[in-house]
């Protein structure tokens, strides 16, 4: 099962902030939460992720709360070619502690829209 | 460039013959994997490898074969004895040391089963 909820769908004007929410409320200490988008027909793209600090790259900035039980994937100015499926993911960040085990949701379908 | 092929892209196969995809990395990727996504749904884990000669069952292996003779090489072979093989498969990999197990994905292959 996921552990995490998102909403299946959003929309989002054309050159706006698109700002997806994520709800990991079980995540435990050891534990990175990880975005991926999929555009479709494509394979998942790796955008972010983070332990418990902000983070910033140049596609997306990654909102973590300080209870760490949720997260908001931040697409500053979003195109139209950011429609896709957007997956937040829980996940330990070594493998010998399960790092391979990557669940993947229905995630949150993004439209952007001109 | 480095990356992940998938080949074919598209693949059609009669009802009850086995048909093997192909996934081949130059990332220099230890880790390496093989999902399957149907319509609407997230990915699910089929198999994966952390080492050449080894591979390990992930939740859905039922009627699926792997093999990892070589490092940037993890075959999928779809048997007769898979009920329902119709669907989108994906191939990632990721390292495994290094604090973060991050999966590069090809871009697919889309089997249909007539």
């Known amino acids: 099962d996921a552990k995490t909820t998102q909403p299946p769908s959003m929309d989002c004007a054309e050159g706006r902030a698109a700002n997806l929410p994520c709800n990991h409320s079980?995540?435990?200490?050891?534990?990175?939460v990880y975005w991926y988008r999929q555009i479709h027909s494509q394979g998942p793209q790796y955008i972010i992720h983070?332990?418990?600090n902000n983070e910033t790259n140049e596609m997306a900035s990654l909102i973590i709360t300080e209870d760490r039980k949720s997260s908001t994937l931040i697409l500053p100015h979003a195109t139209l070619r950011d429609t896709a499926v957007y997956y937040c993911?829980?996940?330990?960040?070594?493998?010998?502690?399960?790092?391979?085990?990557?669940?993947f949701g229905a995630g949150t379908r993004l439209f952007v829209k001109a | 460039d480095g990356g992940i092929t998938q080949s074919p892209k598209y693949l059609f196969r009669k009802e009850g013959q086995n048909v093997t995809l192909s996934c081949e990395q130059n990332?220099?990727?230890?880790?390496m994997y093989w999902y399957r996504q149907d319509p609407g749904q997230g990915l699910r884990l089929i198999y994966y490898?952390?080492?050449?000669?080894?591979?390990q069952k992930g939740d859905i292996a039922e009627g699926y074969s792997v093999s990892r003779e070589k490092k940037e090489s993890f075959p999928l072979t779809v048997t007769s004895a898979q009920k329902n093989p119709t669907a989108f498969y994906l191939c990632?990999?990721?390292?495994?040391?290094?604090?973060?197990?991050?999966?590069?994905f090809g871009p697919g292959t889309r089997l249909t089963v007539l």
């Open positions: 993911i829980v996940r330990v960040g070594a493998w010998d502690t399960g790092g391979f085990k990557t669940i």
């Open positions: 990332l220099n990727h230890d880790a």
């Open positions: 079980t995540i435990s200490g050891n534990e990175y």
């Open positions: 990632a990999s990721s390292p495994i040391a290094g604090g973060s197990v991050e999966q590069f």
């Open positions: 983070g332990l418990k």
């Open positions: 490898s952390q080492i050449v000669n080894d591979f």
